[in-house]
């Protein structure tokens, strides 16, 4: 098992910048890939992005590409997602997740942070 931490939540207003920080403990020598979801109350849980643990390719919603960049630090085992031009739109709750396989899918997940931009 893999156990998710985020950090880095927040109210920010339209126009400005946050980083979330997701650091992972436990089984993390077998991690293909780590990713950032979102949800908002009443609807279903939305990918924003992902990163491959080996070789560092990226992957983005079309809704953040351009404002939203995802890295990752193997020797701290955390991923980050940095997020500039903020819109109201960005509002909800950001969700850290895990994949140890590609077939596997993302099977561990954090708590979530809450990221509110105000207009």
């Known amino acids: 098992q893999v156990q998710l931490v985020e950090s880095g939540g927040g109210l920010v207003q339209a126009g400005g910048s946050l980083r979330l920080s997701c650091a992972a403990s436990?089984?993390?020598?077998?991690?293909?890939?780590m990713g950032w979801f979102r949800q908002v109350p009443g609807k279903e849980r939305e990918f924003v992005a992902a990163?491959?643990?080996?070789?560092?390719?990226?992957n983005y919603a079309d809704s953040v590409k351009g404002r939203f960049t995802i890295s990752g630090d193997n020797a701290k085992n955390t991923v980050y997602l940095q997020m500039n031009s903020l819109k109201p739109e960005d509002t909800a709750v950001y969700y850290c997740a895990h994949r140890a396989q590609l077939v596997a899918g993302f099977g561990s997940w954090g708590q979530g942070t809450q990221v509110t931009v105000s207009s």
């Open positions: 436990g089984r993390t020598f077998s991690t293909y890939s």
């Open positions: 990163i491959l643990w080996s070789g560092g390719r990226e």
